[in-house]
C-alpha cells in the first residue's frame, strides 16, 4: 500500500527566509506524488506533481521539489519566504498515477512571521 | 468560469439524522470525488464518480453513499449521523476521460461543507 508521511506538523519561518517542509513515501513502485496548499476557507490548490520525468519539479508561486528514490523523499522547498505563503500543505501520491484517489498526509502547518 | 460548487458551506446536523451534501463540477468535467477531511487530518478519499458509475471507493462504512446524476453533479449521503463524521468534505471534479482511471488531467478542487454533528 501507497502512503505519505509529513515529518513536521508545524514549520514556523520568518519572512524572507527559505522554506522546507518534509514529506516522506512509501511505494512498492515508482509514485506519483503531488504537493497541495489549503489556504484558509479556500479549496485545495494544485503546487506541482512529479511523475518520473525529471527529479527536480518546479511548480507555481516559485515552490519546487525534488525526488529522492535512494531516500524515499519529496520535500518542498521554497527560497525565500512570503507572508501570503502562510497556509496549510499536504503531500499526497497517487496509487492510480492520475488525480483521482489522492492519499493525502497528514499536512504542515506553515506559518510566515514578518 | 465558476470552478467546483458545494452546497451548503456549513450544515449543523443531530446524530443520528440524514445528510446530503452537493456537488457542481466544473462545466465540462464528467469525474467528481469525494474526500472527508477531520480537523487536524489531511482529506480521505471517499468515493470517485464518473460517467454516473462509483470508479473507487475508500475505506468508509454503508451509511455513506453517493451518487451522479445526467449533469455531472454528484450527491454524497450519509445516513445515522455519528459525532465522529463531523468534517470538512471536499468534492473534487477532473475532465478525465479514460473511464475514471489514471489520467494527468487535473482535479480541482471546491471550498467543501463544513458538517458539525451534535
Known amino acids: 500500500a501507497q502512503s505519505v508521511t509529513q515529518l513536521d506538523s508545524h514549520v514556523s519561518v520568518s519572512e524572507g527566509t527559505p522554506v522546507l517542509l518534509r514529506c516522506n513515501y512509501s511505494?512498492?513502485?515508482?509514485?506519483?506524488l503531488f504537493w497541495y496548499v489549503q489556504h484558509p476557507n479556500k479549496g485545495l490548490q494544485l503546487l506541482l506533481k512529479y511523475t518520473s520525468a525529471a527529479t527536480l519539479v518546479k511548480g507555481i508561486n516559485g515552490f519546487e521539489a525534488e525526488f529522492k528514490k535512494s531516500e524515499t523523499s519529496f520535500h518542498l522547498t521554497k527560497p525565500s519566504a512570503h507572508m501570503s505563503d502562510a497556509a496549510e500543505y499536504f503531500c499526497v501520491v497517487s496509487p492510480s498515477g492520475g488525480y483521482n484517489k489522492l492519499i493525502f498526509g497528514a499536512g504542515t502547518r506553515l506559518a510566515v512571521h514578518p | 468560469d465558476a470552478g467546483v460548487t458545494q452546497s451548503p458551506t456549513h450544515l449543523i446536523k443531530t446524530r443520528g439524522q440524514h445528510v446530503t451534501l452537493r456537488c457542481s463540477p466544473i462545466s465540462g468535467h464528467k469525474s467528481v470525488s469525494w474526500y472527508q477531511q477531520v480537523l487536524g487530518q489531511g482529506p480521505q478519499f471517499i468515493f470517485q464518480y464518473y460517467e454516473k458509475e462509483e470508479r473507487g471507493r475508500g475505506n468508509f462504512p454503508d451509511r455513506f453513499s453517493a451518487r451522479q446524476f445526467p449533469n455531472y453533479s454528484s450527491e454524497l449521503n450519509v445516513n445515522a449521523l455519528l459525532l465522529g463524521d463531523s468534517a470538512l468534505y471536499l468534492c473534487a471534479s477532473s475532465s478525465s476521460t479514460v473511464g475514471g482511471a489514471a489520467t494527468n488531467t487535473e482535479a480541482f478542487f471546491g471550498q467543501g461543507t463544513r458538517l458539525t454533528v451534535v
Open positions: 511505494s512498492s513502485y515508482s509514485p506519483s
